[in-house]
């Protein structure tokens, strides 16, 4: 069993930045694939970034593709979510996912609201 947990959520105005951060349990965390989704209130959940094991490969959604960088720190078994030029549209509950072999790990999701 892995432990997803999430941080760093909360209000920001149109054009700021946040930085969320996603902690994971187990002694193989630089073997696991992790992931950042996000839903919006009547949405279905979306992939918005995720990254390789060993950071070698990341991938973006469009909508996020040159203001959102994910990275990850393998000795502190941890994952973050770099957001900047933030709008309205990316207001949603955040989550992150670890990917363990064939099993996958969900964190509990922490807010994020961009309005003036």
């Known amino acids: 069993q892995v432990q997803v947990v999430e941080s760093g959520g909360g209000l920001v105005q149109p054009g700021g930045s946040l930085r969320l951060s996603c902690a994971a349990s187990?002694?193989?965390?630089?073997?696991?694939?992790m992931s950042w989704y996000r839903q919006a209130p009547g949405k279905e959940r979306e992939l918005v970034a995720s990254?390789?094991?060993?950071?070698?490969?990341?991938d973006y959604a469009e909508s996020v593709k040159g203001r959102f960088t994910i990275s990850r720190d393998n000795a502190k078994n941890t994952v973050y979510l770099q957001m900047n030029s933030l709008k309205p549209e990316d207001t949603a509950v955040y989550y992150c996912?670890?990917?363990?072999?064939?099993?996958?790990?969900w964190g509990q999701g922490t807010q994020v609201t961009v309005s003036p």
């Open positions: 990254i390789t094991g060993f950071g070698g490969r990341t």
């Open positions: 996912k670890a990917k363990r072999q064939f099993y996958d790990y």
């Open positions: 187990g002694s193989t965390f630089s073997t696991y694939s």
